[in-house]
């Protein structure tokens, strides 16, 4: 059973920085590429970033390229989502997802390409 629990949500104003934090157990976690999405009110679950296995490679939407950064730490079975320049428009439930595909580099973007989510972290940027 796969267990991923998110932290480090807040209030922010615009300009500020928040660090998320997301613990994944229940498998091997070196072994499997993370992705972190958000979802705002009305609308859909969108992809945020995501880093590959050995944590060599990230991969960022647009909207966040620049600003978002993602890390890991095997060690620690940690995956992290440093956000700063943050703007209203970032406001959401931030949600990482994980997914164990064997060796390889892979780039996955879409929510159906990950089965292994946590309970979300919420993120509300004032301006």
């Known amino acids: 059973q796969v267990q991923l629990v998110e932290s480090g949500g807040g209030s922010v104003q615009a300009g500020g920085s928040l660090r998320l934090s997301c613990v994944a157990n229940?498998?091997?976690?070196?072994?499997?590429?993370m992705g972190w999405f958000r979802q705002a009110p009305g609308k859909e679950r969108e992809f945020v970033g995501g880093?590959?296995?050995?944590?060599?490679?990230?991969y960022y939407a647009d909207s966040v390229k620049g600003r978002f950064t993602i890390s890991r730490d095997n060690a620690k079975n940690t995956v992290y989502l440093q956000m700063s320049s943050l703007k209203p428009d970032d406001t959401a439930v931030y949600y990482c997802?994980?997914?164990?595909?064997?060796?390889?580099?892979?780039?996955?973007?879409?929510?159906?390409?990950?089965?292994?989510w946590g309970q979300g972290t919420q993120v509300t940027v004032s301006s």
């Open positions: 997802a994980a997914e164990w595909l064997g060796s390889g580099i892979y780039y996955l973007r879409a929510p159906s390409d990950f089965h292994s």
């Open positions: 229940g498998r091997p976690f070196s072994t499997c590429t």
């Open positions: 880093i590959t296995n050995s944590g060599i490679r990230t």
